[in-house]
């Protein structure tokens, strides 16, 4: 049974960091996972997407340069997020899509974990 366990969430200053974490099991690590946000009265956002199959990374273009995601050799996908923004203030998910390569179009992703929340304070 695929399970996706996301923790990490908080209240931060503008300009703090955070690390969210995502426990997976259930499914093979080769597949892509990826985090995605959704803000109160917003879309469901792609904000990067990892894949051990082909060992690529991918970022929405409003956190490049300032979020990072990283796997360890077991089950845990992480994003580090620096430099938050008060715009960066959502639900945080993650998913997979049970493919290889990556995507960050939350339609492609059918296993998605429950959430867990970041506010960003100015």
């Known amino acids: 049974q695929v399970q996706l366990v996301e923790s990490g969430g908080g209240l931060v200053q503008s300009g703090e960091s955070l690390r969210l974490s995502c426990a997976a099991s259930?499914?093979?690590?080769?597949?892509?996972i990826a985090w995605f946000r959704q803000a109160p009265g917003k879309e469901r956002e792609g904000v990067s997407c990892?894949?051990?199959?082909?060992?690529?990374t991918y970022y929405g273009d409003s956190v490049k340069g300032r979020f990072t995601i990283s796997r360890d050799n077991a089950n845990t996908v992480y994003l580090h997020m620096n430099d938050l923004e008060p715009e960066d203030t959502a639900v945080y998910f993650c998913?997979?899509?049970?493919?290889?390569?990556?995507?960050?179009?939350?339609?492609?992703?059918?296993?998605w974990g429950h959430g867990t929340r970041v506010t960003v304070s100015s």
């Open positions: 998913a997979t899509n049970r493919q290889f390569s990556c995507s960050l179009d939350p339609a492609d992703f059918a296993s």
């Open positions: 259930g499914f093979t690590l080769n597949y892509a």
């Open positions: 990892i894949s051990r199959g082909d060992g690529n």
